[in-house]
């Protein structure tokens, strides 16, 4: 899809389209409120369940890289939550537009390829995040936690929620069914997210899959994230701050790419 030209309006609002991005991003936003229960308050009881079973499991007085394991946990509770939903939500957006047929309805306003990017990847990235502070205040009742480094908390939070919601973009404009979007979730999301020291330190995995873990950007995403909370990290944090920086870059090209040359959208 080829950026539109400019009218004088337009023009004075600084080349951007500020109105047409605001009101698609608000949109995306309404859309999950609207089934709040669904989008907000469900993935929060659900990541309740999983520090319940896994405190349960494996015991509440078990020590995990010096700390307590219900602090060594909460962090990467939070951080698959974000992960999660800031996917579902841009890949789900765009898919259901798609097999509805209307989204011809989003692609005919005066929206460059830039403007339509950032909107989807803001609207995913609002449910992440809203999801990741409903979750941290429900598990801070439970598992009280300290802040060691505010900066790499935020980093690694806004990082992982604008990484995901550009895979979701992209994801749902590459899909053709629900089943695509699902594929990409149960068979790359998940295992990365689950696999990347979630639930426990990658320390305990094999000399080999230790190593391909180091090529896994959730892995850097979630020790980054724990780092900021507890100060204790598997690898290295300044390396993972450069690759969260360049897989974001990465997906951030490939969502505008694949509106600039309107790919499986034009039909």
Request: with cysteine; charged share 10%; net charge positive.
């Amino acid at each position: 899809m080829a950026d539109l030209p400019q009218n004088p309006k337009y023009l004075l609002q600084g080349n951007v389209n500020w109105t047409g991005v605001w009101t698609l991003y608000a949109r995306e936003v309404r859309r999950y409120l609207k089934i709040i229960g669904q989008t907000i308050i469900a993935p929060v009881v659900t990541t309740f369940l999983f520090l319940t079973v896994f405190t349960v499991a494996f015991g509440a007085d078990r020590v995990v890289n010096g700390l307590p394991y219900i602090v060594f946990l909460t962090p990467g509770l939070i951080m698959m939550s974000i992960l999660q939903n800031a996917f579902a939500n841009a890949s789900t957006s765009i898919i259901q537009q798609k097999l509805n047929q209307n989204i011809v309805d989003t692609l005919m306003p005066p929206l460059t390829s830039s403007e339509l990017t950032l909107a989807f990847i803001m609207g995913g990235m609002t449910r992440g995040l809203m999801v990741a502070i409903g979750v941290t205040a429900a598990l801070a009742l439970f598992s009280p936690f300290d802040i060691h480094n505010i900066g790499f908390v935020l980093f690694h939070g806004i990082g992982a929620a604008l990484l995901m919601a550009s895979a979701g973009v992209m994801t749902g404009v590459w899909a053709e069914k629900f089943d695509h979007v699902s594929t990409i979730t149960n068979f790359v999301i998940l295992p990365l997210s689950f696999l990347s020291g979630t639930f426990f330190t990658v320390q305990r995995f094999p000399d080999i899959l230790l190593t391909v873990t180091h090529f896994n950007p959730f892995f850097y995403i979630i020790d980054g994230f724990r780092y900021g909370f507890t100060g204790q990290a598997d690898g290295n944090v300044i390396i993972g701050l450069a690759v969260v920086a360049a897989a974001n870059l990465c997906t951030i090209a490939g969502c505008y790419a694949m509106f600039r040359t309107g790919y499986k959208l034009r039909n």
